[in-house]
């Protein structure tokens, strides 16, 4: 089944390592095969990772996009999860983190990228509450 992508004008995504611009229409692309593909949107450059959330989704997305060198990032990924998961107490987290995990380990790097978005939607609610006081939302210890 192919995957269908339509593009915004000017819209950066990359295939398999290479990095492609739309031009200045909206465009339609069908990929008839398995590849890897990221949206300018979900890439992260190595300078942006810098949340620990960030520095999770980084390496996982250096697999996906580097099969052949997935070993290169897997320690960096473990490290930045070990450390993520000992100073958080949100169950629901907790959980994340782990499917994350799973996976990852299973070389399923799309779906753990999609995972860890999730993980990125909260670490981002409780950097916006940084400074006003308001809670996380409630984790279970």
Do not use: W
């Amino acid at each position: 089944m192919p995957l269908k992508l339509s593009l915004k004008p000017g819209e950066r995504f990359v295939v398999n390592g290479a990095v492609l611009q739309n031009g200045d229409r909206r465009a339609v692309l069908l990929l008839q095969n398995k590849a890897s593909i990221l949206r300018e949107k979900d890439i992260i450059q190595p300078e942006d990772a810098n949340t620990p959330v960030r520095r999770i989704y980084f390496p996982i997305m250096m697999m996906y996009l580097d099969p052949p060198g997935a070993s290169e990032f897997y320690d960096e990924f473990v490290l930045r999860m070990n450390e993520f998961m000992g100073v958080t107490r949100h169950t629901e987290i907790l959980k994340e983190c782990v499917s994350t995990s799973r996976e990852v380990m299973a070389g399923e790097y799309y779906k753990a990228l999609t995972r860890c978005r999730k993980l990125l939607t909260y670490e981002q609610g409780l950097l916006a509450n940084v400074g006003t006081g308001l809670p996380d939302g409630g984790g279970e210890d």
